[in-house]
């Protein structure tokens, strides 16, 4: 099957459609989802994502163990007060059959990405992150040989490391003196331009969205079955998007009777998406990049850290919520860091900060009523903290090739480091 057979994509807010690998609608700022040609679910017997290959973009595949662990909660559950809850644990926990290689979900946008767009001849990206994507990326970046350009505030150093050696495929950015993560955004889509390479897409990328889809459809491959409700911690609110994707997909198919409600969550003081969402307002708020930032400085899921997340447009998180009748959450650190300690108690498994707070949104939930008893229920821990990986890998660092303020990042001085960026070769 070609790569065009095998999907379209159609704008959300206009309907066009693109062949692959298209970006943006020509015509609104709406998000270009896949249509694949293959609408039955029928996944295979693989223990990865690409169990789900009719429903991912590239043709090709890969045998890294990359995936979602469903399981039934029995003791967490029972100290909720809840009946029918499972765990999706997308991190690195070999116990449970769980082998992310870098300890998150976002392993899944990563390799489905290069091989989409290597099928494309692209043959190298830029893109931006605060933390688990640079992993992600770069892992993915050296097992296929693969070059990617990855800019990085300087707050996300300590958290750049792969468990396998580096190579010069990977070329890391560091923007000293900076922890924002639109910054890097706003860079990576400028050095893209300056050297001829191709912007990896963020949420707009179909690879991305439909890699992060496949831990809703691990749960129906399961169940047979949509859950009543979905917990999930967001940032840019990628993978919520991802996962009211995959839910519309299974309903096609025959899968479910109705769409999960999205439950987002949110680390306080920095809830953007909860304030526009819960107050009905704007996006961006009137308080200015420097008190974003002041709050940011303040979380500890710093990878949740996203101030221009797709909110707002034509398919983004506002339209996930509405469609679901969702609900969204302000966490605390500390009501997080209690929520992973009575979760780590009783299901025997670290969590990271990001998946504390999805954890400890429900508990406000279910506490509150708005989960019922006997509610089929999915929450997400879409990565662990790297204990595990340290014990079972040495976790090695990347060195950057460019070191910068981002005032300084000019067209020029990426002409004059452009030999540090691609490949001359």
């Not at 704008?11 to 693109?18: A, F, I, L, M, S």
């Not at 765990?87 to 976002?106: D, L, Q």
């Not at 998406?273 to 009137?286: C, G, K, L, R, Y």
């Not at 605390?332 to 299901?347: I, Q």
Request: with cysteine; hydrophobic share 40%.
């Amino acid at each position: 099957m070609s790569v065009k057979r095998k999907l379209q994509l159609e704008c959300v807010g206009c309907q066009t459609t693109y062949e692959t690998p298209q970006l943006h609608c020509n015509l609104c700022a709406g998000l270009l989802r896949s249509r694949y040609a293959l609408t039955d679910f029928q996944p295979t017997d693989r223990t990865n994502l690409f169990a789900f290959q009719d429903w991912l973009p590239p043709i090709g595949s890969s045998d890294l163990p990359i995936g979602t662990r469903i399981i039934r909660s029995d003791r967490f559950a029972r100290e909720l007060g809840l009946r029918n809850l499972s765990i999706a644990f997308s991190g690195y926990a070999p116990e449970i059959g769980a082998g992310n290689p870098t300890g998150s979900f976002k392993d899944f946008e990563a390799t489905p990405t290069v091989l989409y767009y290597r099928e494309h001849k692209i043959e190298s990206l830029v893109l931006a992150s605060a933390g688990n994507t640079a992993r992600a990326f770069a892992y993915a970046s050296v097992q296929n040989e693969f070059p990617v350009i990855i800019v990085i505030p300087e707050g996300a150093v300590e958290r750049l490391w792969i468990p396998c050696k580096p190579t010069d495929a990977v070329r890391l950015v560091v923007l000293e003196d900076c922890d924002d993560y639109a910054t890097a955004i706003q860079i990576a889509g400028l050095i893209g331009h300056v050297v001829g390479v191709a912007n990896e897409g963020g949420a707009r990328n179909v690879a991305r969205r439909d890699g992060m889809s496949t831990a809703m459809l691990e749960y129906a491959k399961q169940v047979r079955e949509l859950p009543a409700h979905y917990f999930q911690a967001i940032g840019s609110g990628t993978g919520a998007i991802a996962t009211w994707e995959a839910s519309e997909r299974l309903l096609v198919a025959g899968i479910g009777t109705r769409l999960p409600q999205l439950h987002l969550s949110q680390n306080a003081p920095f809830t953007p998406v909860h304030n526009a969402w819960t107050f009905d307002q704007s996006i961006e708020p009137d308080m200015g990049v420097a008190r974003q930032l002041q709050q940011i400085g303040q979380i500890d899921a710093l990878v949740l850290a996203n101030r221009t997340p797709p909110y707002a447009i034509p398919g983004g998180v506002h339209d996930a919520l509405a469609a679901t009748a969702g609900s969204t959450y302000a966490v605390t650190n500390g009501e997080a860091r209690a929520a992973a300690a009575m979760f780590t108690k009783a299901e025997n498994l670290s969590i990271g900060p990001a998946a504390a707070v999805a954890t400890a949104s429900l508990i406000q939930a279910a506490a509150g009523g708005r989960v019922g008893v006997d509610d089929p229920i999915l929450l997400h821990i879409t990565g662990n903290n790297d204990l595990l990986l340290k014990r079972d890998f040495p976790l090695h660092k990347i060195p950057p090739v460019w070191h910068v303020r981002p005032e300084d990042v000019t067209e020029a001085s990426i002409r004059d480091n452009c030999g540090r960026l691609v490949d001359s070769r």
